[in-house]
């Protein structure tokens, strides 16, 4: 499309069926005036025949006028008048950037003011409309499809090398921006919250019970080991062994079954302790940072990034060209089950409609001027003369039907004129 030309290839065959209805109307309205033409003629040379023939040719002199009259308004309104430059006329090219000015500000005042925004916005069902159409299978599954087919395509077109790097740089650099001791204190915190370290406790416990049975043979054999041999005629150091491991058992059974447990109590201080430290003490943010240093410097860091990348794509790609993709079905579920939740809950899709309401609102609040402003420079890129015609092609038809009218509402005026003025007369 030329620059300066409104429209473009899309409307040609729309203009051309314009055109057309224009030059048809424009072609009755003048075949109207010069057929009273015609008439007035022979009306005005046959006149003295017969007296109504005077009221023919009042008619047709009339609707001469009328219809002139009518046909220079409406060329004056889009060109000169047979190319005579007379003041106001041409009036649509003249005035062109006034009129891109004016529509910009109508448009801005009228079609996108606060009241007429909102309450349009306001008939319209965006939550609920948006969830019928994500709940349907139907409606989603080809734009899933399409979805699930286009993720290898673009796996493909991302360079390998560069993508690696890309990775590998943005993934060191969000590392090395995390401070490391506050957030395993933060970690550590809700790993902890609700006793949650005291099952691990538990589980230590439990593990330990578990190597006491396993490794009692191997405790009498080193107590039998360091004993004398008398001792070992005596059988003491069975006697040793069995009180070393019922004692042992008594206090893992103690402690598993008191929760006020002192030992308890004491690792839930070291624990809480440590979570304090990590988040206070300057010493071990020192520590954790210089382990992350050491972590990001580490050349293995580097690719094993790369191959993270490198499974991810190979999986993603197996998965997406697959008959029973997980990628397609995932998809599709928490897109229904996303429509269908909104569905079911009227708080959240009227909570939604508000929030795109607003948004909408707002959006058109803060852009209308720059509407407006499309507008009047658009209207200002125009060509003139293109310009002209398409608003002629628009309303010129139109136009048509007043140069017709004007020719026989004037003829009836003409008329009636001269059916009083023959009447005056014969009242004196």
Known sequence: MPRGHPGGPASASDEGARALRLRRMQRAATGLLGLVALVYVVARLYEAAHPAIGYLRAFCEAALVGGLADWFAVTALFRHPLRIPLPHTAIVPRNKDRIGRTLGEFVQRHFLSDDVVVARLADIDFARIASRWLADAQRTGPVIEHVARWVPQVLDTVAHEPARHFLQQNLVAALGRIEFAPLAGNVLEILTANDQHQRLLDEMLAQAHRFLAEAEPEIRVKVRERTAWLWHKLGVDEAISDRLIRAAEESLAEIAEDPQH????????????????????????????????????????????????????????????APGSRLRAGLQDAVRAVGKGVLADDAVADALNGWLRRALADLVRQRRQAVAALIEDTVRRWDASAFTQRIELAIGRDLQYIRVNGTLIGGSIGLLIHAVSGFLPSLG
């Open 262 to 321: 002192a030992l308890r109590q004491r690792f839930a201080s070291v624990v809480h302790d440590y979570i304090r430290d990590l988040r206070e003490s300057p010493e071990h943010r020192a520590r954790a940072e210089r382990f992350k240093q050491s972590l990001i410097d580490h050349p293995l860091l580097g690719e094993y990034l790369g191959q993270v990348w490198d499974r991810l794509r190979e999986r993603v790609r197996e998965d997406a060209c």
